[in-house]
Each structure stands twice: as C-alpha cells, then as structure tokens.
C-alpha cells in the first residue's frame, strides 16, 4: 500500500513506462490525484480517490502520476500457468523430436527425471474468477488463455462480468474503473492481448496466430531477483536508482499528456536533465587519409593511361619474324589489361570503421524512463553452425565453437546457437551434448574472469602470460581446475567413436541372441526344418539403449546419409530473463557467488534427408536452420559460422550490432566480418591468410555498397534473408560509390526489375504494410513461420531516439522475456526442417541462402545487394573470429579449385553482375563482374607463362627489337604496380611479404585450379555435367611434434600437372638458350635478355608450388619426376618436328642492341 510520505513532491524522479495508467486531466476547482499500482502483468493502472483510505482529502495537490516500487511485499505474483509452462519447458528440452515426410513427429523422452517437490508444489489448477465468493473458472477464449477484460488483468468469469456490465455500471469490481469493451463476444473473439496489449504491427489474414506475435512485442517490465526466487530489493535500488517513499513521481510537463492525432495517448514528458544529453553514434566511418588515397587514385590514372598507349604501341608494331608468338602476346596483354581494370576501379574509395561499444551500453543496457529496470534492450541474436562430416571436421573442434558460441559477451537471453548436422551422426550428437555438460563449468568461468578467447583449446593453447591482467585471488585455482576438467572433457570427446562402436556391437549381439532364442522357440513344433541365421541390421544405439533415428555406422534404410529422419534436440533449454547467480555447493566445484551461471540455448538440428530429394549442400542446411530459429526463437539477426570459426573476441556480437543499431542500419543486410587463421606457417607458403582480399578488396568494397558474402563470420538482418526489399528504397539512389560521384534516383528506377524487387517489397515508409496473404506460397504453409515474419522485422528495427532515425522503434519494446518452448513449437520445427517443405516455394530461388551454385555465399550476397542492400565490413581491434585453413598444397589447390568453379557457374546464370538491377551501384556491379571473370584469366595465364619458353626455343621475342620505346614502357608499368603495392600496403596495414605470397599464388592457383574451374564450368553448362564438392578436411597431421606436419605432406593432383609443366619447360628452354648462346660461332647475348628475364618472372612466381613438391627430407612422389619429364620431353620432341633447328636460328636477334 502507499504511505502518506510517497504522495509528498521530491527532486528526483523516474518514469513510468509508457501507456502507464489513466492520463490525469487538468487541475478544476476540485483537483483530484491519480494513484498508480504494478500490476502482476508489469502495467500500472490507475485508482479512483474512493478506493484508497488516505488523509489527504482537504489538501491542494497538482496532478502527478505515483509510481510505488517494488518491495518485498509488493511482487508481481506468477502467472497460474507458470508451473504447467515450466514443466512443459522440461519435458521439450529433455526429448528428442523426430518426424519428416509421410511420418508421425514423435518426442522420445531422453530424461524421465522426476518433477521436484518444490516444482510440483507450485503446480495450480485452473485460473478462478477473483470476485469474492465466486470461484467459477474465468473467461477464456478459444485457445484456451485468459480473456482479461481491464487493464488490471482482473479475472472475472462470464457470469460476474455480465452482472458488473449490467448491474454495476460497466465497472470493474478489481479496480473500479469502466471496461473499454462489454462485449464479452467481442473479447474472447480478439483475445485479451488484441484488446489491450497489441501494437500497430501488420495484422495477418485470417487464421493465423497473431496472438503469440503480439505477446512477443508488449512492453511488459520484469524484475531482479536472486537465484533462490526472491526479490533482491538492495539490487533492485543500485541497479535503477530508485528510492521507497520519497523520488518515485514524474511531474508531466505542460501538454505531454494531451492526445495524439491518432487518439493514443502520448508518453509523459521526460525530465529536462534527460532532454539535454546529446545524442551519440555508434559508429564512425574514418576516411583514409588524403596523402595516401590522392596518390593512389593519380597512380591508377597513370597506369592506366601507361597501359593504353603500351598496347596502342603493341598492336602497330608487329613482329613480322614471329607474327604468331607476337599474336598470342598482345591477346593474353590485353586480356590482362582488361582484368586489370576490374579490379583495380572497385579499390578507388576504400574506408575505415570504427564502433563505440560504450554508446551501445548506455542506449539498451542502462535504466531509462522507457526501461526503468535496466534490462537489455539488445535484440536477439540466432548463431547457425554448420557441420557435415566428423571424420573430416572433427568434433572436438566443433565443440570448442560451441563453448565459444556459450560464452559470448552478449545478453544470455537474446542468444539462440543451432548446430546443423547435415550427417546425421550420432558421433556430433553426444559430442554436443557432452558440449553442453561442460558448458556448465567453462561459462560462468570465463565470466568470472573475463576469459579471451572463449575457445578452451586455443585459450589453454596460449603462448602468453595467462595470468596478465588477472586480478581476482582464486583465478589460479580455477585455472587449474578448469584444465584438468577440460582435459577429461576432451578424453570422453575422443572416446566417443570407440564408445558408440562397443555400444552398438554390445546391444546389436543381444538383439542377435533374442531373435535366435525366438527362432529356437517358434521352431520347435515345426520338424526337421533347415535352420536359418538370423540376420538383423546393426544399428547405431545411443546410451539409452534406443536406435539413433539418423545416419548408422552401417547404413541401411531410413538410416543413411541421404535417407533419415529430421531431429531436433534442445540441449539447452532457453534461459530466464532474470539473472541467476552461482553460488558454492558440492555439485560446484567452483566458486561462482556473483556471477551469471546462465546458459544460451542450443538446439541440436539434422533435417530430414530422403532419396529422390536435392538437398542443396551447405545452403539447404543452413535455409532449414533459418526456419526452425524462426519458430523456435526468431531473433532477428543471424550469425553463420563454420564449425572450425570459433568466437575470438567475446564482444564480437557486439560489435556488429552497433551498425545494425546505427542510425540507418536498418538498410544493412549483413555485416561481414574478416576472416583469420591459426595453425598457418609462418611464412605463409600458400597465402592461406589471404589479406589481401580480406584486408584491401573488402575495404574498398565498403566504401562502395558493402563487401561481399564470404560464407563465414556474418551478420545477417533476418528480414533481408528472407527477400524483402530494404526500406525507404526509393529515397536512396546508387552512384558510383559513396564516397565520389553520388547521384539521385530518378522516379522511374523504383520500377526496375519487378519480378526481383516487388513481389517481396517489404515497404517504403511505415504505413505500407506487408501483404501476408502471398506468404504462404513464398514462405511454405508454417503458420507459425508467416506469423514470426512482421515480429523479427520489428525487432530488428534501431531504435527511435533520435528524429533522423527513420523505421525505428520505441525503446524498451525488448525488454520482454521470451517465450517458453513447448511440445507444439518443436513439432512445427520438425515440419519445417523436412525435405518436402521447399516444394513450390520461394526458398533457395529469392529466400534465404541461393542455389544452383558451390558458393552459395556469394551468390546470397549479391541478391541481397541486387535488391538495393547495403553490407559493412567489420574490422575489430581484436580479431572478432578465428578458424582453421588448409597448409597442404593439395588441400589449398581443391579449396581454390571449388571457389573458382563457383565463380564460373555464376558467370553462366542469371547471377551474372551484367543483367543486376539498377538498385546496384556502377562500381560494385564491376566487382561482382570481376567475381565471376577472373578464372578465365588462367587460359591466358598459361599461354602467357609459355611465352618465355618458346622464345627461348625458337630463338624470337614478342617484339621485333628491344628498343627504347618498349623498354620505357614497361619500366612505367612495373614502376606504377610497385608504387600501387606500396600505397596499397600503407592504407590496408598488410605486409610486403604477404603482398607477394598473394602474388606467388595469384600464378599457382591461376595455372592449375582455375583452369580446371573453366573446364568443369563449361562441361557443365554444355554437356549438364553436374561438379563434386569436395569437403575441405579440418584434420591435423599425425605428427604431434611439429604444429605443420602437413605442410610437408605431399598428395598427388591431376592440379599439379600444369604448373609442374611449366616449370620443367621454362628450365629447359632456358637451358637451351644458354646452350645455343655459348656454342654459337659468334654469341648472341640479346637474344637470351628477353626470354630468360620473363622465365625467371615465371620461376619466381613458382618457387612456393615447386618447394612444396619437395615435401621434407626427400618425400616427393616419384610419379611427379615421372608425369614432369614426359610431359617435357614430349613437348621438346613436338617442337622440334615443328621447327627442325637449322643455320636460321643463329641469324641476328634483337637489332642493334647487344649485351655489354
């Protein structure tokens, strides 16, 4: 109850949240005080002067508004399905749920632990109607919730509620205030969230459940309390600044309470102190400076005009001697100018960002008039993980991404981790599950003493210091402890196959006996019939002795790689929005006192697979997750994440959020992150880090309309992957770059390309709503998922706190906790994650991941591009994530060979950067262009690096004269690429040496994997030959001694075969020249310059490739001499029987030029 002394005007004040109470009207000659009270829903309702036993009745007071706190005596009281809701919460995330095509979802009970007795104590029976004397149950509605017809959520049963209509004047017996609607039709047919707690959100057609969409986005207010359920009144003041008695009323300002246009009634003006605070971003974009991007630009025009007047040159000078070597020259020259020109012109306007993760605390984190408690106001966050095969992406290693998932620096209850077995094996299952026993330990400990990196194996693998910066006494006995329970966490981890294989032979041996002992039995009325073994397939057990419903050790029906059942297990259960600390006992052998033991949820996935179905790779996994996390917690933003890509820096999530946050960010898609690596030699042999393409291609790309997909370490806008446009698309026009020669739209582009853009137009402005009755044939027929479409884009709106930000949303509209899973969620989850389920929609076409090509990735990013998106590139200070790279040639030739082969299929389809839509800037359509064209440059690459060879052979050069002319052209064009490298090298921050790695393996991967991408791209698309993919393995060497065992290890390729033949023919030739030079009656030097200088360009472009062949201590393939000297012996007999040697060769080469 309120005491006298609350009622009393004081300085301080905070903020009831919105819609809070009945708005008091203006002082009369009666003036009269609106008394305000917290519901058990979080809402404050108001209560009428007869109501309250109060003295103050001969005083003049101004109207203000009451907010009385919370105490221990003034809690909100729990719901009377919350006890049914939590054990129907238990039940879900203790089963295994399994089902697909033409087959019953069933839920296999995993755990069959008994309810507690405090649990079961807080079970209660059906809500009564809270009228005095009357205990009939309360009003409800056809799906069986409350129907509450006042804002006091006052339960009332049918027959009260028609005596107060009547009898009582239309009041509410709680708190005496008239009912907004007294038709009881009317409420049970709304329901009681459409009546009073719904937001102006798009309404669904008819049929669909609105009812859990809205329930999603009301703004209800929750409470602190400490691990044993009681309130935390000490925290409660600290953590909101609040008082008892005295600073608990806001004074409205003049005319804050007035109505609206719409006849909503307006928030309470805030206090002035709150009005004065400046706004802030959360990002900053930080331009390259003007002494380096000048020159660079000036550089590029150089060269580029250097370049047109070399080939101008070129094509007029011909070399009459050898009009074929010089034909084949200038084709290969222009080609490569034309390259070039790709992809320099998208690196004219790189940028910087930098985030400011201080402003993202202050805005969702810290108590505001609109969120009072303090409670994150971050949206949610679903994390995909992708695996497909155990033996060839270990897990282990997917176990230690999922610990780092676990331990991210994020709120726990907006943070959902779905693991994708695309194998079905039972080995990834129980490694999961032992995952998230140990989760238990690892988290609240990195918590505890702000662990980095969160990956147990990298962090325990640390060359530095761990006890740097470690202030807390205990962290040297947690240390300890934690690493000898990791250790024992990583034995049963590599137990597993062993354990699962005695297992299955221990229970399928019984299964044997029991069928033959029944043989015996059936057999024994039956005479002298011939005995039959028994054959029983051997199925895979999991530990409660039932069949694995996914893949077995050794396939058969239903249980094969490409033939199973869909699973869902949720391993962790969605977490409390409450904090819940850690305290000591004997289950514990850790002190966490203060620290939040919470856990994410995670849910193991293996999508339905059967024979006759394309199960579309890596982007049908991850198109399933998008629609089971959309019915399960639909957090409007996605993170996709290899299994070997663990979270580096914990405040990743974070980071990435700030744009998405920002002002504007609502027109980003994703925010790509870069790619790094461990385990790489240090000399970086095979340019595995690949900085440049992650450090200078990517941030130019973000000064144009964004870098592109790269598969890994992206955040993704939920709505975005779904195909909408972006909003507000016809106020924004693309131009060559943001940063130079913008333009407007021009009224007619909005209409381009309507079959890509406007079947799916989410909207241009807020009063365009999305038309849901076409879902169904885009989406599926998951009503479930169409309704979970308008929430995940609300959600995923920044925040209004600002007049320049356009499609925001109220602050606080987050604070909400999630819903509590339940039997009817996972089996929709089932349904959706089936094989059936895409058939005649638009999923893989324009949802979610693309088809039709091995780089799904890029392919999904250029689409959302298409449509008028915009990416970020997020470098952090600290790399936000790390992963493995394949340091063997033959691994590094195949991974090369699957992204080029995936470039040439999208050069072939409707893909192409040549037929995008005008949403997409100039210069970003020449990236995507240069994308899908660069692996044709191998054809040219070769014949080029033949050249030299066949110069040196036929004693001729591409020119006729080594003249002046020529040589001060190619001086300018080398010096320029030099003085490129260099700036370049300046404004990116990468090193000289990892420039020329690139440059190395630009040649090695140019002269063998690309070249086999053309040829497999072209039998693809003129005879249908469909392309492997090759799984790229994350295993390690054998060899625990040295870290790059594998480096050394030499696996024989048809890859190597061109570039060993280049290497084998350019010496020889060399050889040649030099044997021809010497024993010539007068030596010609000149002719040597040309031939020898381009071989040598060639050799040194090589070196890696022709060191790797040589393996360690003698260890190269004897094949790779064998396939070398036939290949040049007989390529050096073909030429000799082209061109027999003859007095002609010694004639005069090179004019008047000779060697000193």
Not at 165 to 192: H, I, Q, S
Request: glycine content about 8%.
């Amino acid at each position: 109850m309120a005491s006298k002394g609350i009622l009393k005007k004081s300085g301080s004040s905070r903020m009831p949240p919105q819609g809070a109470g009945k708005p008091p009207t203006a002082p009369t000659s009666a003036p009269t005080v609106v008394f305000g009270r917290r519901t058990d829903s979080g809402r404050f309702i108001s209560y009428s002067r007869d109501d309250l036993d109060s003295e103050i009745s001969s005083v003049d007071f101004q109207d203000y508004h009451v907010h009385i706190p919370m105490t221990p005596d003034n809690q909100p009281m729990d719901d009377d399905g919350g006890g049914a809701a939590r054990a129907e919460e238990r039940y879900v995330s203790g089963s295994l749920f399994t089902g697909g095509f033409n087959s019953v979802t069933r839920a296999h009970v995993m755990d069959n632990k008994p309810d507690d007795a405090a649990a079961a104590g807080r079970r209660k029976g059906p809500s009564a109607c809270m009228v005095d004397g009357c205990d009939a149950r309360s009003m409800r509605d056809a799906r069986g919730d409350d129907v509450l017809p006042c804002e006091c959520d006052f339960r009332i049963c049918v027959d009260c509620f028609t005596d107060a209509v009547k009898a009582g004047g239309g009041a509410c017996p709680g708190c005496k205030e008239p009912y907004k609607n007294t038709e009881w039709e009317d409420l049970a047919a709304g329901g009681t969230a459409e009546a009073t707690r719904a937001l102006s959100l798009p309404r669904g057609p008819a049929g669909t459940s609105g009812h859990k969409m809205e329930r999603r986005l009301s703004l209800v207010k929750q409470t602190n309390v400490n691990q044993s359920g009681e309130f935390d009144h000490n925290r409660w003041l600290f953590e909101t600044k609040g008082t008892y008695g005295y600073g608990n009323a806001i004074w409205p300002q003049d005319g804050a309470d007035d109505d609206t246009d719409g006849g909503a009634p307006a928030r309470p003006g805030h206090p002035k102190e709150l009005l004065t605070k400046p706004w802030r971003p959360l990002t900053r974009k930080l331009r390259i400076p003007a002494a380096v991007i000048s020159p660079y630009r000036l550089l590029v025009l150089i060269r580029l005009v250097a370049l047109a007047f070399f080939l101008m040159w070129r094509i007029k000078h011909q070399n009459e001697d050898a009009i074929w070597l010089w034909g084949m020259s200038i084709v290969c020259e222009l080609w490569f100018a034309f390259s070039w020109v790709l992809d320099q012109l998208p690196k004219l306007c790189p940028i910087n960002r930098a985030t400011d993760l201080s402003v993202l605390k202050e805005k969702f984190e810290m108590p505001t008039p609109n969120n009072p408690t303090g409670k994150s106001d971050l949206p949610g966050i679903d994390i995909f993980v992708s695996t497909a095969d155990p033996e060839k992406e270990p897990v282990l290693v997917t176990a230690n991404t999922i610990l780092s998932i676990l331990a991210a620096d994020y709120p726990v209850e907006k943070l959902a981790c779905y693991l994708s077995d695309d194998g079905g094996a039972l080995l990834t299952f129980e490694a999961m599950a032992e995952a998230a026993s140990f989760a238990n330990l690892w988290v609240p400990f990195c918590r505890k003493h702000d662990i980095e990196p969160r990956n147990p194996d990298s962090y325990f693998n640390l060359k530095r210091d761990p006890f740097k910066n470690k202030v807390k006494p205990d962290f040297v006995k947690d240390r300890r402890r934690i690493k000898r329970e990791y250790d024992e966490f990583k034995v049963r981890v590599n137990g597993l196959p062993d354990a699962i294989r005695r297992r299955s032979d221990a229970y399928h041996a019984r299964e044997e006996i029991q069928a033959m002992n029944l043989q015996r039995e059936t057999m024994k009325g039956g005479g002298d019939e011939p005995f039959e073994p028994v054959k029983i397939p051997k199925a895979t057990w999991m530990a409660d002795g039932t069949h694995w419903p996914g893949t077995w050790l050794q396939p058969s029906q239903d249980h094969a790689r490409g033939d199973h059942a869909g699973i869902i297990q949720v391993m962790l259960k969605p977490p409390s929005d409450m904090l819940m600390y850690g305290n000591i006992n004997e289950t514990t052998p850790l002190d966490f006192a203060g620290v939040d033991t919470r856990l994410p949820m995670l849910v193991y996935v293996s999508r339905e697979k059967r024979p006759g179905y394309d199960h579309n790779k890596k982007a049908g996994a991850m198109n399933a997750l998008v629609r089971a996390s959309a019915i399960m917690s639909n957090g409007p933003f996605i993170l996709n994440l290899d299994c070997d890509h663990y979270i580096y820096n914990s405040k990743a999530l974070r980071e990435g959020m700030c744009f998405m946050m920002d002002r504007g960010g609502d027109r980003l898609c994703y925010v790509q992150f870069p790619q790094r690596f461990e385990g790489i030699d240090p000399s970086d042999r095979y340019a595995n880090h690949n900085t440049v393409f992650f450090d200078v291609n990517m941030r130019a790309l973000d000064g144009l309309q964004g870098p592109v997909y790269v598969g890994t370490g992206c955040l993704f806008r939920r709505i975005a992957l779904y195909g909408f446009d972006p909003p507000r698309s016809k106020d924004h026009s693309p131009g060559l770059c943001s940063c130079c020669l913008p333009r407007r739209r021009k009224a007619s582009a909005s209409n381009a390309n309507p079959e890509e853009t406007m079947a799916l137009r989410m909207g241009d402005f807020d009063g365009d709503s999305m038309n849901l009755a076409t879902f169904p044939k885009k989406f599926g027929n998951s009503s479930f998922l169409i309704d979970s479409i308008p929430v995940a884009e609300f959600q995923g709106r920044p925040l209004a706190d600002h007049p320049s930000v356009k499609n925001g949303r109220p602050p606080g509209a987050l604070t909400i906790p999630r819903e509590m899973l339940d039997a009817s969620i996972v089996a929709e989850a089932i349904s959706v994650i089936s094989c059936w389920y895409e058939e005649k929609t638009e999923w893989g076409i324009r949802v979610g991941w693309i088809y039709g090509s091995v780089t799904e990735d890029v392919v999904t990013g250029y689409r959302m591009h298409n449509r008028g998106w915009k990416s970020v590139y997020c470098v952090t200070q600290r790399d936000a994530f790390r992963g493995t790279a394949p340091i063997n040639l033959t691994d590094r030739l195949h991974q090369v060979l699957r992204w080029a082969t995936g470039s040439v299929e999208i050069f072939f389809s409707r893909n192409n950067a040549l037929f995008a839509s005008s949403k997409m800037k100039v210069l970003q359509r020449i990236a995507y262009l240069n994308v899908g064209i660069y692996p044709f440059t191998s054809i040219f690459l070769i014949v080029y690096c033949f050249l030299p060879a066949l110069s040196l052979f036929s004693g001729q050069f591409i020119v006729q004269t080594l003249n002046v002319t020529f040589l001060t052209y190619l001086l300018i064009i080398t010096i320029t690429l030099c003085l490129l490298a260099m700036l370049e090298i300046k404004w990116s921050g990468i090193a000289l040496e990892e420039w020329w790695r690139n440059e190395q393996f630009w040649l090695i991967g140019g002269t063998s994997a690309h070249l086999a991408a053309v040829l497999q791209g072209l039998l693809k698309v003129i005879a249908g030959i469909e392309i492997s993919f090759t799984l790229t393995s994350k295993q390690v060497g054998d060899d625990v001694e040295d870290e790059f065992a594998e480096l050394y290890i030499v696996k024989w390729t048809s890859l190597m075969i061109p570039p060993l033949t280049i290497i084998m023919i350019n010496l020889v030739a060399i050889a040649v020249g030099f044997s021809r030079t010497i024993y010539s009656t007068i030596p010609q030097w000149s002719k040597l310059l040309g031939g020898v200088f381009f071989s040598f360009w060639v050799l040194a472009h090589l070196y890696p490739f022709a060191k790797g062949l040589m393996g360690r201590r003698g260890r190269t393939p004897t094949i790779v001499y064998v396939w070398s000297g036939l290949v040049s012996i007989t390529i050096s007999l073909l030429w000799i029987a082209i061109k027999p040697p003859s007095q002609a060769a010694n004639s005069q080469f090179g004019g008047s030029f000779s060697f000193p």
